[in-house]
């Protein structure tokens, strides 16, 4: 019966996204929704930009193990993440009226970073969505009983998110995303209210947590630990500011006002309802000790699945394959569509020109597919890895490779297509240094790269240019220096 109902929801979100993509008339329409998105679903889509399967099985399970400080790259690093993109980035970016992220490197540093960046961005993509798909495929392998294999489960759910973002783009992720948020956070409430009756009152469950030190947040005072915790906390905070999913929700906005306010509430109110889940797999120590126990060896990421199974009623159990599923879907599909639209915009134009508008539009849609079809291969390939792990290795290529060119690029009128190609060479190989020898485990990677990424910006913009500059006029902005 559980797993009919949501069959049926599948459908029923199928039939809402093919509805909203009949207002899909031009790539503009399938990339950003035709730049008109009010303010609450602004809100909603950044907000569903992060909830996906790591925060409802990801983040709790690290959390009960390490404590908030073992958290820190998610939520608390792309919640921030969110929350300066509207400070610091959405403005500027939106009254440039582009259609990618990688536009801007174009339009700023020339196509050979244009190229180079949009490469990154659309690697950096293929841990995190095939971390929703590896969920998808559990959910519906706890589900069934078994009977769906994980395979067969990420198959099917790769399928149900095709069938609306392959047609309808941006404006069915969006309309999908607001009603997709809705049932996930009235649905992670009730649950919460429900665990904590069954833990004795919440007050127990916030006594275990402190008895474990589980809110324990900042490292020990040691170079070692203070430096790999510098690092897990900019590598979604700073890594995934510049992504196509965040941009298409800035640029998808009606208004400047709407693109910065609706980051900094969505990345705020994401940091808020993460720690629903973390209060849920926290309440199962106490409701299923010894079997949370084993779990917590065994699989972590089945914990909280496993406490709704067998320790809640069939209305619960709804509530929160509803909530979990909603939380997934909008994830994917809209990590589906970014990585899409950058291919098509920014590396097969260069390689064949602008045709009709049309032909454009059917280009996104065929690499959708593709993209998706790439996804699932790789993701059945990675079966065993953590959803977690997945997630947070996922940005540290665009942290060290795209981060330091955006930044500097809008605040600092000196810079230089030379800088930003010494700052993408000297961060990647820097990072890649680190990460294959030992020297990774002395000093972390990905902070020694963007490290790096700063000094080859500053040396090679400031430096005597070899290179031509084939950047565009740098566009007047405010507090340019």
Not at 56 to 69: H, S, T
Not at 133 to 155: K, Y
Not at 298 to 315: A, E, G, N, S, Y
Request: neutral net charge.
């Amino acid at each position: 019966m559980l797993l009919t109902l949501v069959f049926a929801y599948l459908l029923v979100t199928i039939a809402i996204g093919l509805i909203a993509a009949k207002r899909v008339k031009t790539t503009v329409d399938f990339a950003v929704a035709g730049r008109n998105l009010p303010l609450i679903m602004i809100v909603t889509t950044t907000f569903a930009t992060w909830f996906g399967s790591e925060t409802v099985l990801g983040i709790p399970a690290k959390f009960v193990q390490d404590g908030l400080g073992g958290v820190v790259e998610d939520p608390f690093g792309a919640g921030f993440c969110l929350i300066l993109v509207g400070i610091f980035f959405a403005a500027r970016l939106y009254r440039m009226n582009l259609l990618t992220i990688s536009d801007y490197y174009r339009e700023r540093y020339g196509r050979v970073i244009e190229l180079v960046c949009s490469l990154f961005i659309m690697v950096s993509y293929l841990g995190w969505v095939s971390a929703q798909v590896t969920a998808l495929g559990l959910v519906f392998n706890v589900l069934s009983g078994g009977a769906i294999t994980v395979p067969m489960g990420m198959t099917i759910g790769v399928v149900s998110i095709l069938a609306y973002t392959l047609f309808g783009g941006m404006w069915s992720v969006a309309i999908t995303d607001f009603l997709q948020m809705i049932i996930l956070v009235t649905g992670l409430i009730i649950l919460a209210v429900y665990a904590g009756g069954l833990a004795g009152g919440a007050d127990k469950v916030i006594e275990l947590a402190v008895s474990r030190d589980m809110f324990n947040f900042l490292p020990e005072p040691t170079w070692h630990d203070i430096t790999f915790f510098i690092a897990a906390a900019i590598t979604m905070m700073f890594g995934s500011i510049p992504q196509q999913d965040v941009f298409q929700r800035v640029m998808s906005a009606n208004s400047e006002k709407a693109a910065t306010r609706g980051s900094v509430i969505g990345g705020s109110l994401y940091i808020v309802f993460a720690f629903i889940p973390m209060f849920l797999v926290t309440s199962a120590l106490i409701i299923m000790p010894d079997q949370a126990a084993q779990l917590l060896q065994d699989d972590p990421q089945k914990v909280l699945p496993r406490l709704v199974m067998d320790k809640m009623p069939f209305i619960m159990q709804v509530v929160f394959f509803g909530a979990l599923l909603s939380a997934i879907k909008s994830t994917a599909s809209a990590t589906m569509l970014a990585p899409s639209v950058t291919f098509v915009e920014n590396i097969w134009r260069q390689f064949r020109p602008r045709t009709t508008d049309r032909q454009e539009l059917l280009t996104m849609r065929i690499t959708v597919l593709v993209f998706s079809l790439l996804v699932l291969m790789y993701s059945i390939r990675m079966q065993g890895t953590s959803i977690y792990e997945m997630v947070s290795g996922a940005y540290q290529v665009t942290l060290v490779g795209a981060f330091v060119p955006l930044v500097f690029g809008l605040y600092w009128k000196r810079a230089t297509t030379q800088g930003a190609v010494l700052s993408i060479a000297l961060g990647c190989l820097t990072w890649l240094s680190l990460l294959l020898t030992p020297a990774g485990e002395v000093f972390p990677a990905q902070l020694a790269g963007v490290l790096a990424a700063v000094v080859g910006m500053l040396v090679g913009s400031l430096c005597p240019q070899v290179l031509r500059d084939t950047r565009l006029p740098t566009p007047k902005l405010e507090g340019s220096s």
